[in-house]
């Protein structure tokens, strides 16, 4: 089963909301502030809303799981993107030039 938890309190995301809960094998897990996330190992992704969230509490996600997925949804251009945080150790300027590369 997918544990999907929606971050935002967008109209957006209340209405994905409603069509993922019909579908049986998804769980769907609503928090409107980053106060509110708490444990985020029960999650395989979180929805937002790119026009509503700020770009810190995504980061921030990120962070706080770098496995997670993020599926932001953006309805002024009908985009979805997929954002995961990747770690790579970098140590030295060349580190850092190869995980530009």
Known sequence: MQRILIYGGSIIL?????QLANHPEIQVYRR??????????ACDAVLVDFDDA???????????R???KIVGVNSTNSAVTVLSGR???????????????
Do not use: F, H, I
């Open 14 to 18: 209340a209405g994905l909301a409603a």
């Open 32 to 41: 409107e502030t980053l106060a509110d996330l708490g444990d985020l190992t």
């Open 87 to 101: 770690v790579y150790l970098a140590q030295t300027l060349t580190d850092v030039v190869m995980c530009l590369e």
């Open 66 to 68: 770098p496995d997670l």
């Open 54 to 64: 700020q770009a810190g509490d995504v980061l921030a996600l990120l962070r706080a």
